[in-house]
């Protein structure tokens, strides 16, 4: 059964400062990985995508790798802002076959002014 | 950008009651899918909806759960007997545009926060 982790469970750091976020999975067959962002009693908003055939993807300030034979995904957040703050998901998708996301349970990152 | 929209934001209902969440998914979507987080708790699936029909549900999607897509717009979930521990924040989500390939990004959702009491 896929199981997805992610660490740390929060994160604190000053503006500016580059930032990883780590997401791992127990089963390496996966179709694709995706991050997303949700604020406070909000939804989730999709970062990135990376399929099962790339190794990295990027969005302005973001950017997230995957290893799938080590199962590991790490976003990766350039010049962090107070804006940045919101916890952070990543979600796996097993095959083709099947649309269901397995979520980690997230990292909150509070980037301090 | 085309959004994915949820009503109501917040739900108060008593236990045993049904309840219906309404989700409009974006316009040319062709899959479906709702998920709950109960607080402090991951993200959970329970339900995907292609074609008119449930093409995968979870443990958690018993009999008490239906799914429905009455026009070109709307997907509800109902829910026919609520139970306390159904108590969560309910997101709907949709992906994949004709001619995309399954492997296309999840749209999600405000939520709709489900309180039972």
């Known amino acids: 059964k896929q199981e997805v982790t992610q660490i740390p469970a929060a994160l604190s750091v000053p503006e500016g400062e580059n930032l990883v976020l780590n997401c791992s999975f127990t089963?390496?067959?996966?179709?694709?990985l995706q991050w997303f962002r949700q604020d406070p009693g909000k939804g989730l908003t999709s970062l990135l995508l990376?399929?099962?055939?790339?190794r990295e993807q990027t969005s302005g300030r973001l950017n997230a790798s995957l290893d799938k034979s080590s199962g590991r995904s790490t976003l990766y957040i350039a010049a962090s802002q107070p804006g940045d703050s919101a916890t952070y998901l990543c979600?796996?998708?097993?095959?083709?076959?099947?649309?269901?996301?397995?979520f980690g349970q997230g990292t909150t990152l509070q980037v301090k002014p | 950008e085309p959004e994915v929209t949820q009503t109501p934001s917040h739900q108060v209902t008593q236990m045993g009651q049904e309840v219906i969440l309404r989700c409009v998914p974006i316009s040319n979507h062709l899959y479906f899918y709702w998920y709950r987080q109960i607080l402090g708790q991951k993200v959970e699936f329970l339900v995907s909806?292609?074609?008119?029909?449930?093409?995968?549900k979870s443990e958690i999607f018993d009999d008490q759960f239906s799914v429905e897509r009455p026009d070109g717009s709307n997907f509800t979930l109902k829910i026919r007997s609520t139970k306390l521990e159904d108590s969560a924040m309910y997101f709907c989500?949709?992906?994949?545009?004709?001619?995309?390939?399954?492997?296309?990004?999840?749209?999600f959702g405000d939520g709709t926060r489900l309180s039972i009491l």
């Open positions: 089963d390496s067959a996966i179709y694709n």
């Open positions: 909806f292609y074609n008119n029909e449930i093409s995968e």
């Open positions: 979600a796996v998708k097993g095959s083709s076959n099947t649309g269901k996301l397995i």
């Open positions: 990376i399929q099962s055939s790339q």
């Open positions: 989500a949709s992906s994949a545009a004709p001619g995309q390939g399954v492997g296309q990004p999840q749209h």
